[in-house]
C-alpha cells in the first residue's frame, strides 16, 4: 500500500521562475483571479484546476507585499517566502487599540501563496483542500501597535504523502519590520 514518503516531491521538470517580488495588486489577483496573471504564463496549465490554493480576498487578505520568494516550480521541497502587512491604523476592529491575536497570527497566510507557487494544484488538481492540522504558536511580546509593519518569514521544511494527501511542515518567525523586535514564532505547522 501507499505509506508516507518523506522529501522532496519532484512530480517534473521545474518551469522557469518569475520575479520574485509581489506588490499588493499582485496579491488580489492571486486571490481572485488566475496564477498566470501573477506568476507567468508557465502557470497556465495549474488554473483550470478547481479549487486551486490562493491567498484569501479582503478583508481577510493580511499580507500587502511579498520581499522575496525561494522555491522552484514543481519542486516540493524546503522553500521560503518573507512577507509584509501593515496593520491599518484605524484601530476599530480590537477593543484595546490593537489588533487581535488571531490578525497577528494569520499574517502569515502566505504558505498559502508559496505552495500555490510550487506547483501543489498540478499534484491535488482540485481534488484536495488546504488544512491547517496543528501549530506551536508563542507570542514573544506585546502585540503589534497600529501603523506596525509586521514581516513574516515563511519556511517549508519538508513535503510528504500518504495516499491522495499531500502534508507539509513549515514555519515561521513575525517580527516588527521597523526595529526588527520579534513578535511572534510559529513552529511544526
Known amino acids: 500500500g501507499e505509506g508516507v514518503i518523506f522529501g522532496a516531491i519532484a512530480p517534473t521538470a521545474p518551469h522557469p521562475s518569475p520575479p520574485p517580488r509581489f506588490d499588493r495588486d499582485a496579491l488580489l489577483r492571486h486571490a481572485g483571479g488566475t496564477l498566470a496573471s501573477v506568476f507567468g504564463p508557465a502557470w497556465a496549465d ?4 478547481e479549487p486551486r490554493v490562493r491567498m484569501p480576498l479582503p478583508p481577510l487578505l493580511l499580507v500587502d507585499r511579498v520581499l522575496s520568494l525561494e522555491g522552484t516550480r514543481d519542486v516540493l521541497g524546503p522553500a521560503r517566502i518573507v512577507t509584509e502587512y501593515d496593520v491599518p491604523l484605524d484601530a476599530g476592529w480590537s477593543a484595546d487599540g490593537r489588533p487581535p491575536a488571531c490578525v497577528v497570527v494569520e499574517a502569515g497566510q502566505a504558505d498559502l501563496l508559496l505552495v500555490s507557487y510550487l506547483g501543489l494544484d498540478g499534484i491535488c ?4 483542500r488546504y488544512r491547517l492540522l496543528d501549530c506551536d504558536l508563542r507570542f514573544l511580546g506585546d502585540r503589534p501597535r497600529p501603523g506596525t509593519t509586521l514581516r513574516h518569514d515563511i519556511r517549508i521544511d519538508r513535503f ?3 495516499g491522495g494527501t499531500t502534508l507539509f511542515w513549515f514555519r515561521y518567525d513575525c517580527t516588527d519590520a521597523a526595529p526588527g523586535e520579534p513578535v511572534l514564532e510559529m513552529r511544526d505547522g
Request: glycine share 10%; hydrophobic share 25%; no cysteine.
Open 125 to 128: 488538481q482540485g481534488e484536495r
Open 160 to 162: 510528504a504523502r500518504h
Open 46 to 49: 495549474l488554473d483550470v484546476h
